[in-house]
């Protein structure tokens, strides 16, 4: 079956950096796409970034664009285990929320940021920046 299980949050000081990991198994990671979004309390979850794995094209959100970049290992061969990473630099506070991995076989082209788009999620990794 699918698993997405984040890893990496954790707190830090504002213009910190932080990794996040996906750890993705049970499906053919070479054609999906894979995606970080983001809900901070009381707010709508925010498309972070996206990666289409069969190309390694990246999408990223006006907020992060810049500051954050998303990768995808791909060397597992069988496909057993496959992970997706975020490097977060010069984080703010306003970038503390709980951040999520999503996965997706078909997306729809300009859909990348799309949160109910995304079939497959993680349970999430919290992120807190303080000031």
């Known amino acids: 079956r699918v698993q997405l299980v984040e890893s990496g949050g954790g707190s830090v000081q504002a213009g910190g950096s932080l990794r996040l990991s996906c750890a993705a198994s049970g499906f053919t990671f070479s054609r999906y796409s894979v995606a970080w979004f983001r809900q901070a309390p009381g707010k709508a979850r925010e498309a972070v970034a996206s990666?289409?794995?069969?190309?390694?094209?990246?999408?990223?959100?006006?907020?992060v664009a810049g500051r954050f970049t998303i990768s995808a290992d791909t060397i597992s061969a069988d496909n057993r285990e496959n992970t997706v990473y975020l490097q977060m630099n010069s984080l703010m506070p306003e970038d503390t929320a709980i951040y999520y991995c999503?996965?997706?076989?078909?997306?729809?082209?300009?859909?990348?940021?799309?949160?109910?788009?995304?079939?497959?999620w993680g349970q999430g990794t919290q992120v807190t920046v303080s000031s």
């Open positions: 990666i289409w794995i069969p190309g390694l094209n990246t999408r990223y959100g006006s907020r």
């Open positions: 999503a996965a997706v076989r078909f997306l729809r082209i300009g859909a990348e940021l799309q949160p109910r788009e995304y079939d497959y």
